[in-house]
């Protein structure tokens, strides 16, 4: 693809706020035994002939609560499996909301299916769909109200349960509706999407459930306020933030991790507990500390996990993250001096090849790669006959891959994306794909749109190096190329418009980076310039590192992935 326009114009910011910076430390201060308290939930083993079980929540629970002991937690209560039922939720999160004092917080967190029912109150802001949360057992044609949560559950416990001052971050790891935007290959795909009894969904209803079992922790019919559960309109809990694992129309995964044997996780929680538990590549500062003051708030939360989760599902599923205006910048519990593991090495990739002609290939010297003997168990699988190289996310990211120098070229494009991969800060500068929606496929013919989108929290002054690599590993340079892009200073608050072009064969998956930074990356410019046109993004990887480490927090990297194909 070739740049057809480079122009600058004003766009709306997606900025953190600055300023808003009220973070567990500072909630010391009004309370000197402010704690963190969680309760983690989580469901894998279903019981059940129609709802299949997953294998990620029992290591999404593992991960979740070594995180918060390592934040300093002490008040952790873990359900799992048999153990999940209404009653004992219920009374865990109620007990938990007694022993809360103002300036805590409590993580609410849940990991298993998600489904849909059709509701009994319709026209409300809630839609005409229950969501809720099918438990161990849970029975559609025999329902017992012990076996399922509905999302309005889980809002009026909140309400009614934990005061005001008690700060709640609640995460759902688990899909409540959605579908999959882009079509996948099935001769590779290890995602599971977490969402049951979608078959049965618009025509199931949910039996009558019993309302709150206790008291509420405050009198809220004082005057003329009533309690918020009993609204029929309920307005955001102002000490809420809801992190979500997908948008409304899309499907929530799990798939094993890009690690050595990695285990199976939802991308959800495997992209909150990587922000919060791995420094960066200066070292120091966490990966979803974003501005590297410190501490991670909701809104660098939210970019973060957006960035981690799309790059990881191939732009399949985007988190949401809510909470009422205002709330942008205040922080989590993270601890910023956190002990972290040592950085691990980058994972080898594992490929499967039916065809025995493959062998030779796939055998040579020189591979990057380990060969398996499944593709249930390959990140990559080899089409021989028809050269095409499909990606455990469904996708055939690369066609004539016929040659062992082709299939280096391919797979050394993939390794590099994954080192850089948790890297990823798109809060202050964001590549954007269009017309279409974000990780469409774009046919033969279609004319496909890039542009590098620069929030008002950008500095003035501050340079991009923006580069294409081409399905098959190929590098080309895109911005600043012309005499006309200077020296490549863009704007804050606009858009560099980086390429026109319409989709020709062979299709795949293009990726273009983006490297910002307040200095002029000169010497990083020289070296990409000897790439340009061949393959070798594998050689950028350790430079791009370096500009990040030397200046965490206004040094970023976004990544745009492009789909091509019939």
């Avoid at 019981?47 to 918060?68: C, F, H, K, Q, R």
């Avoid at 290959?185 to 977490?194: H, N």
């Avoid at 959800?268 to 500390?289: C, I, M, N, R």
Wanted: aromatic fraction near 6%; charge should be negative; glycine fraction near 8%.
């Amino acid at each position: 693809m070739q740049s057809k326009i480079k122009d600058v114009h004003v766009v709306g910011s997606r900025q953190i706020a600055a300023g808003f910076l009220l973070g567990l430390s500072a909630m010391m201060s009004t309370s000197a035994h402010a704690e963190v308290r969680a309760l983690l939930v989580g469901v894998s083993r279903f019981n059940s002939p129609i709802i299949p079980d997953l294998e990620g929540p029992a290591n999404d629970l593992l991960a979740m609560e070594t995180l918060v002991r390592k934040e300093g937690a002490t008040d952790v209560t873990v359900l799992r499996d048999d153990s999940v039922t209404r009653t004992t939720v219920e009374t865990a999160l109620h007990a938990m909301g007694l022993r809360s004092r103002p300036g805590d917080w409590i993580l609410l967190y849940y990991s298993g299916h998600g489904a849909q029912a059709e509701a009994k109150l319709k026209g409300t802001r809630d839609g005409d769909q229950d969501q809720f949360l099918p438990l161990a057992g849970f029975d559609p044609d025999n329902q017992d109200p012990e076996r399922f949560i509905v999302d309005k559950d889980f809002y009026d416990w909140l309400a009614r349960y934990v005061a005001p001052e008690v700060q709640i971050l609640m995460i759902a790891d688990t899909c409540h509706s959605g579908t999959l935007h882009r079509s996948i290959d099935p001769r590779s795909y290890r995602f599971t999407p977490r969402l049951a009894l979608r078959a049965v969904s618009s025509s199931l209803q949910l039996v009558s459930r019993p309302g709150p079992k206790f008291p509420a922790v405050l009198d809220y019919k004082t005057g003329d306020s009533t309690h918020p559960a009993e609204s029929l309109e309920r307005e955001d809990l102002p000490n809420l933030i809801y992190i979500a694992a997908a948008q409304d129309e899309e499907l929530a995964q799990e798939t094993p991790m890009p690690t050595e044997e990695g285990p199976s996780r939802g991308l959800l929680t495997y992209a909150f507990e990587e922000g919060l538990s791995k420094h960066g590549p200066d070292g120091k500062t966490l990966l979803a500390d974003l501005d590297a003051d410190g501490s991670v708030s909701a809104a660098e939360m939210s970019i973060y996990v957006d960035g981690q989760v799309r790059a990881l599902t191939g732009q399949r599923q985007r988190p949401r993250t809510s909470y009422i205006s205002g709330r942008e910048a205040t922080r989590l519990f993270a601890t910023p001096n956190i002990a972290v593991a040592p950085p691990t090495p980058a994972p080898i990739p594992a490929i499967f090849a039916q065809d025995r002609r493959a062998k030779a290939m796939l055998s040579s010297p020189s591979a990057t790669w380990k060969v398996t003997q499944s593709a249930q168990d390959a990140d990559f699988v080899l089409d021989y006959a028809t050269g095409a190289l499909v990606r455990r996310s469904g996708d055939v990211v690369a066609q004539e891959v016929t040659s062992t120098a082709r299939l280096l070229g391919v797979l050394d494009k993939w390794s590099a994306l994954e080192s850089l991969r948790p890297m990823i800060n798109e809060a202050r500068a964001q590549l954007a794909v269009s017309p279409q929606r974000e990780g469409s496929r774009y046919a033969a013919g279609a004319t496909v749109k890039v542009r590098l989108e620069s929030t008002a929290g950008l500095k003035a002054g501050a340079y991009a190096t923006v580069f294409n690599i081409a399905s098959d590993g190929t590098i080309q340079r895109l911005f600043p190329v012309d005499p006309s892009d200077g020296s490549g200073q863009i704007l804050p608050d606009g858009a560099l418009s980086l390429i026109e072009a319409q989709v020709i064969e062979p299709f795949g998956v293009d990726h273009v980076v983006a490297v910002v930074s307040e200095s002029d990356q000169t010497g990083f410019r020289a070296l990409l310039q000897t790439l340009d046109g061949q393959r070798g993004f594998g050689k950028l990887v350790e430079p791009i590192k370096a500009i990040l480490a030397e200046s965490p927090g206004s040094a970023s990297i976004s990544i745009a992935e492009i789909y091509t194909g019939n």
